[in-house]
């Protein structure tokens, strides 16, 4: 009788395992998890923008929110971005948490003045009596086919900007505890996520899947343990990352992948140990490359005593330095690629 209950609880723990292993969630429903929960716990939280209420949004990452928690938290507005943008930092001024959906960052630019001058600076201006909570969300970059007013990467631009907190999730894990960690935080904060990883579902654990999990803002994540390159990126770049170092791996080459997660606060401590260790630095990213988030870490890179732990100089992986072709042959051609990741890493390792 003993042995059959020992047999029993040890098919009962493997089928926990198993089911732990097995939970997944896209970043789409991880978005929309979080969300939820903030509208749930704080009754200052509400979510604007076109289309997010009745038609649950433009890719359904509100979808059940406006049924569940009404007009007054879910709000549809009219296409005007400085309207609503300019309406929901007001919001924050008065003490309310706004998460503002832009339907593409591409459109914010309609909003720019609303977002710099009026939310990333009235914080400093006002020494502190007014903080500004609120969230800026939206694809943010490439998707596919829309030509290069819709296909812009905005992470230099704003992360450029001081007051400004700026987001850039890859996986399901990282858009649930950014977005929530974003909506909690006093400052104004951009939150860039990318349509093409909207759809694609992630392993998530026991604590992901909780109301209380938060991921802290300004810590990167490693990705993938390595020893002899360091390559860095966030949000899609991510993808390309741990691709190239899976192929990378059958050539004896150990790479190791950090998902920077936060672009502002930028964790450069996370990239100084891992070059301390690998001596070899790439950086990959969708957008341009002039004054870029590889341009960036470059930057800091000589600036410090990163740059004397180099065998190699840093090399960057980037779109290429024009506006996004319609033509989807021009359009694969403008976008960096894991074929591009695998190439600067073996250059950097002078691997023929």
């Not at 009745?54 to 296409?79: E, M, V």
């Not at 938060?214 to 860095?232: C, F, L, M, Q, Y």
């Not at 998902?259 to 990239?271: A, G, Q, V, W």
């Amino acid at each position: 009788m003993a042995l059959r209950k020992c047999g029993n609880l040890f098919v009962a723990c493997l089928a926990g395992q198993s089911s732990r292993a097995a939970s997944t969630m896209t970043v789409r429903d991880a978005l929309n998890q979080a969300m939820d929960e903030e509208i749930k716990r704080d009754d200052r939280v509400f979510l604007l923008g076109e289309e997010v209420a009745q038609y649950d949004g433009a890719y359904k990452i509100s979808k059940g929110l406006w049924k569940k928690h009404g007009d007054k938290r879910i709000i549809d507005t009219p296409i005007t971005e400085m309207g609503f943008a300019g309406i929901a930092v007001g919001a924050a001024f008065a003490g309310l948490r706004p998460i503002c959906e832009f339907m593409t960052f591409n459109f914010s630019m309609q909003a720019i003045d609303q977002i710099i001058n009026s939310a990333a600076k009235t914080y400093y201006m006002s020494a502190g009596r007014v903080p500004v909570p609120i969230v800026f969300r939206g694809p943010n970059g490439a998707a596919a086919g829309v030509a290069a007013q819709h296909s812009q990467d905005y992470s230099a631009w704003y992360a450029h900007c001081p007051g400004l907190k700026v987001l850039t999730p890859y996986s399901a894990e990282d858009a649930k505890g950014l977005l929530k960690a974003a909506i909690r935080d006093d400052n104004p904060v951009v939150f860039l996520e990318n349509e093409i990883l909207y759809g694609q579902s992630f392993p998530v654990s026991d604590e992901v899947l909780s109301d209380d999990f938060v991921v802290p803002i300004g810590k990167a994540k490693i990705e993938r343990s390595g020893d002899h390159v360091t390559i860095v990126s966030y949000s899609r770049g991510v993808e390309f990352a741990l691709e190239a170092a899976k192929q990378l791996e059958s050539i004896g080459v150990s790479a190791e992948v950090i998902n920077l997660r936060s672009l502002r606060p930028f964790d450069f401590e996370s990239i100084r140990q891992s070059v301390h260790k690998t001596h070899h630095l790439v950086s990959v990213e969708t957008g341009w490359p002039f004054a870029g988030i590889g341009a960036e870490i470059a930057a800091q890179v000589m600036e410090s005593d990163v740059f004397d732990q180099l065998d190699a100089p840093l090399l960057r992986v980037t779109g290429v330095d024009v506006p996004m072709p319609y033509a989807h042959s021009l359009e694969q051609a403008a976008l960096p690629t894991t074929e591009h990741v695998v190439k600067a890493v073996k250059k950097s390792l002078n691997i023929q």
